[in-house]
Structures are given as structure tokens and as C-alpha cells.
């Protein structure tokens, strides 16, 4: 199993301009979680989806958006990039049951210029 | 208004010892405590996790301490092998709704020496 796929690794982009994180898992998880880290800072909750269809917004989803038409797939979107938006974002998925942990991806390191 | 704090940035230990990484949380309706390790390069691993209701558990070389009164957590490592070397996130769960979301802490870089 490859777990949870994060696609690219690295990216630079030009202030203003869009792009899509991609983020596919293959254990079948319901849940399904993007987070940003910030050098010095823990992880923080940009958006997370519970199935297929589902989103909602988490602690800071200001500047993207998402959408899960699979229980497979969680793509980011940031529509106009802006510096503060540089950071190290992680896609996670689990299981529903409270006991499950999360499963991450190696993560997209982003850099907006 | 940071609900988990992680006030200790680095630690550094010799192999053999043991080694004990700090976490605190505010909000009492927190159920559920997970501590992940993180290498560089590489997303966060699922390392151990305590629910609310217990005070302890063990696995291996790692042990999680949950005191509720202090709203205060720990993670005990013995002994520390220089592979544990990575940064440690103590993470919570809970609150209304069961969407998993979890509440990081700003992370301890745990270095072991030969």
C-alpha cells in the first residue's frame, strides 16, 4: 500500500498565481485532513472532509478551497497565491473511529515569490 | 490562542538515557492525545496515543503520562536510541462532533547522542 500520496513534493510559484495540491490514499479512510506547518509551529487545520461530497472548513482556510468527489482523493486549491501562504502543507486521512490515528503524507513544500 | 503547548523547543539526551518530552493543553473537553514523530523531509508518524479516561499507557520504549487535573501530558522514551532523534508533535482530539480533527503542539526536536 502507498498509503497517503502527496503531489508535488516542491513548488514555487509567483504571487498571484493558482495551483492545486494533490492528495490520493488508498486504505479506504473516510476521513480526510489538509494542514500547513510554518517553520518553528506545529501543524494547523486548513480543511478536512469526513466522506465523499463533505467539507468543512478548519482553523485556517482563508485563500483555499477544496473539494472530494472520491474517497480516494482531496485536492487543495489556492486561487491567488500571496507570500503568507508559504509553508509546508500535509494531507492526512483516517479512519472515523476516535481511537484510529492520523496517516500523513510526506508533504508539499511551497514557496510563493 | 494556542490549546496545546509544547514549551520545551529542543531537548538533547545521551543514548541509554531516558528522555521525557513536555506537552500542556487548556481545553478540558479534549479527549483523546496522540504524539506523533516527524523526521525531516517526511510527514508526521503515528507514535502513541492515551485516552482521557486513562492515565497511562506503555508500548516498547515509549510511555505516555496523561495527568487531568494539570491538563498536562508526557512522553517517556527509555531508553533514547540516536533513531529517536526527530522533532515530537503532541497532538489532541475532541470537542463536539467526531470529525478527528486534531490540535497540534508547536513541536520538541529530540536529540540523542551516541
Known amino acids: 500500500n502507498a498509503g497517503v500520496t502527496q503531489t508535488p513534493k516542491f513548488r514555487i510559484l509567483k504571487i498571484g498565481q493558482s495551483m492545486t495540491l494533490q492528495c490520493t490514499q488508498d486504505?479506504?479512510?473516510?476521513?480526510m485532513y489538509w494542514y500547513r506547518q510554518d517553520p518553528g509551529m506545529g501543524l494547523k487545520l486548513i480543511y478536512y472532509?469526513?466522506?465523499?461530497?463533505?467539507?468543512d472548513k478548519g482553523e485556517v482556510p482563508n485563500g483555499y478551497n477544496v473539494s472530494r468527489s472520491t474517497t480516494e482523493d482531496f485536492p487543495l486549491r489556492l486561487e491567488l497565491a500571496a507570500p503568507s501562504q508559504t509553508s509546508v502543507y500535509f494531507c492526512?486521512?483516517?479512519?472515523?473511529?476516535?481511537?484510529?490515528?492520523?496517516?500523513f503524507g510526506d508533504g508539499t513544500r511551497l514557496s510563493i515569490l | 490562542d494556542q490549546q496545546v503547548k509544547q514549551n520545551s523547543p529542543s531537548l538533547s539526551v545521551q543514548e541509554g538515557r531516558i528522555s521525557i518530552l513536555n506537552c500542556d493543553y487548556t481545553?478540558?473537553?479534549?479527549?483523546?492525545f496522540l504524539w506523533y514523530k516527524k523526521y525531516p523531509a517526511e510527514g508526521p508518524t503515528f507514535l502513541i496515543s492515551?485516552?482521557?479516561?486513562?492515565d497511562k499507557n506503555e508500548d516498547g520504549r515509549f510511555t505516555v503520562f496523561l495527568n487531568k487535573s494539570a491538563k498536562h501530558l508526557s512522553l517517556h522514551i527509555v531508553p533514547s536510541q540516536p533513531g529517536d532523534s526527530a522533532v515530537y508533535f503532541c497532538?489532541?482530539?475532541?470537542?463536539?462532533?467526531?470529525?478527528?480533527?486534531?490540535?497540534f503542539g508547536q513541536g520538541t526536536t529530540l536529540q540523542v547522542k551516541p
Open positions: 492526512a486521512s483516517s479512519y472515523p473511529e476516535l481511537t484510529q490515528p492520523q496517516h
Open positions: 486504505m479506504n479512510h473516510n476521513y
Open positions: 472532509s469526513v466522506g465523499a461530497g463533505i467539507t
Open positions: 481545553n478540558s473537553m479534549f479527549d483523546y
Open positions: 492515551i485516552s482521557s479516561i486513562k
Open positions: 497532538a489532541a482530539r475532541g470537542g463536539s462532533g467526531n470529525t478527528g480533527k486534531l490540535i
